[in-house]
């Protein structure tokens, strides 16, 4: 009888990630704690986090809806262009990394940055580098959908130009022009999401419109995805994984004018260690990716876990508490067999 | 007091009209004939109208429908490349038009054309010509969605050259590359929706999802929305208004996977005001694209029928009989005042 396929991943880390908060961070924070050893989490509640009393308060929340699990929430704060050193000195040991969002441009962006006025910005982000706090940064214009990643290029230009010290990641990039970016400027860094590993807008509107898949950055074009698998199965030493899973309740993914964001925190792990398999790639390079290069990069040390995948088919349930994930009773080719902890 | 501006076209034309069948068809013939004195019917039925005695017995469920109003439907055919002369000779006196799909690229469209073989196609094609029945057809190729339809236009190309004498009408366009290849062919036309020229990619999937703008070909980028303005706006004389207008029932068009069409018979005269009146055209120009063209192109002389519009704010409804329109709810700056026959 044939052994069954298995793939060790050590310490896996989710560099993006929306756990949101209240009943819902309850009901899914654990999709994230069983299976990754720690997660860059996302500022965006209502309000932003951007205090040290907030940060603080939203960690503890995390924690107790991890309960026991052994999981490392990587605090974030929602960037302002009025945090100055003595603020961030207060808050550094409490933050792994603080977060910039153009005004309005996602889920609760509403207060971030309008402008990107470099002397604006300048006592901020000179203060961050100082004190070695990386920068990451939801990178669109409000122009057209399609190009809005692209022409922020030349903003994550500006930035990583005028402050060379800082380390700056361009978060869920999807175009081939973030991926050029990467190897322009040594300061750039850049999270990937799997979904933009495996979809591209024809799979959102191509066919019926697809409300599980709509996201912000929209999937782009069959190029951008090349770029991105590229980058992403040679292990980049710039690209880690990110999920920017995001929950919504399913009533507002599937009503008329649908909120954005899929949710793939259960099945991310299961999804990378197919798309290596199928494209041939070593499981060494997914170690790499999915939790390396963010240890390089971030300079963190997780907590251990040994999460062990097994080629069985694996049927992804229509929710998880009621929160619907990508690829909802689709099969899977991987499952995760067992987590092992220490 | 100021009087209200009025507008008055006269027999206005809907040159792409989905009427559907059945229930559907009864709930909303209606909002077309009750300001249009004419529209092309498409056929796109399951199983697709392609005999005589199913282009005559759709002919009659429409006019039960639409009751006592003064309405010509103008009939269409499934184009199949089995046509032969001796057919379309029998058929013609019945139809205006055949409507060739590419093999499933949308809606109920599953029986159309695979390939596009000149010779294949040339007994069909050349009978069509000699007995002057122009050739309707949804140029999409199965291509990335945003690329589909400027990949068809060498195909459109391809037939123009070879079939010159057989009128080709390219349906819905929605890109530069359409409007550019009209001055390339005598024989190529075109008909032009009016929510193609409202919106882009933007507004379907720009900020949240709308499933009620989602639409085959889906709309394009600003730069194609000013190219079919601007031909729209000129009444250029080889395109026609065609609303493209396609009920589903709401909760097809708001669940997952939600069906691609937008419904705007009730409200594209006053749409298509608006847009004339915004843009500082004379309304001539409205006359001309609304009616004058297609009158011209298709040879048909449609019954009279005068709509006159006022400018009063019009709160579009809900849902006809079930079908939400575009813009439901919101208020448009023209208004219906009344309808004359004779």
């Not at 069954?4 to 050590?10: D, E, F, G, H, S």
């Not at 929602?78 to 050193?85: A, G, H, L, R, T």
């Not at 003595?86 to 153009?102: N, R």
């Not at 807008?201 to 074009?221: E, N, S, T, Y």
């Amino acid at each position: 009888m044939p052994s069954t396929k298995q793939v060790v991943l050590n310490a896996p880390l989710d560099m993006h990630l929306h756990l949101r908060d209240g009943e819902m961070l309850e009901n899914i924070a654990l999709c994230s704690a069983q299976t990754f050893s720690a997660a860059i989490i996302m500022p965006n509640l209502v309000p932003p986090v951007s205090t040290k009393e907030e940060v603080v308060a939203y960690k503890k929340r995390i924690e107790h809806a991890i309960a026991d699990e052994k999981f490392t929430p990587y605090m974030t704060l929602f960037f302002k262009p009025s945090y100055d050193k003595v603020f961030l000195e207060s808050v550094k040991d409490h933050i792994t990394a603080i977060k910039l969002y153009p005004a309005g441009i996602t889920t609760n962006s509403e207060g971030g940055v309008s402008g990107f006025d470099v002397e604006e910005l300048r006592p901020a982000l000179s203060a961050m580098a100082a004190l070695g706090i990386p920068l990451c940064v939801h990178g669109e214009t409000n122009g057209f959908v399609m190009d809005r990643e692209a022409e922020f290029v030349s903003i994550y230009e500006k930035l990583a130009s005028a402050f060379p010290d800082l380390k700056i990641i361009m978060e869920h990039i999807t175009t081939k022009e973030s991926v050029a970016a990467l190897d322009k400027f040594e300061n750039l860094y850049a999270t990937i999401t799997v979904h933009h590993l495996l979809i591209t807008l024809d799979d959102v509107a191509g066919g019926m419109l697809q409300p599980h898949l709509f996201c912000k950055p929209i999937a782009k074009r069959p190029e951008d995805r090349e770029a991105l698998l590229k980058v992403a199965l040679e292990a980049h030493p710039k690209v880690m994984f990110g999920s920017d899973s995001a929950p919504h309740p399913k009533h507002a993914k599937e009503s008329c004018g649908c909120a954005a964001g899929v949710f793939t925190s259960p099945i991310a792990l299961q999804l990378l260690t197919e798309i290596f398999e199928k494209n041939n790639v070593s499981f060494d390079k997914l170690q790499v990716f999915v939790s390396g290069n963010a240890q390089n990069i971030y300079g963190v040390t997780p907590p251990a876990k040994t999460v062990v995948l097994e080629k069985k088919p694996f049927k992804v349930p229509s929710n998880y508490n009621g929160v619907v994930p990508m690829y909802a009773n689709e099969t899977l080719a991987y499952r995760i067999k067992e987590v092992n902890h220490g």
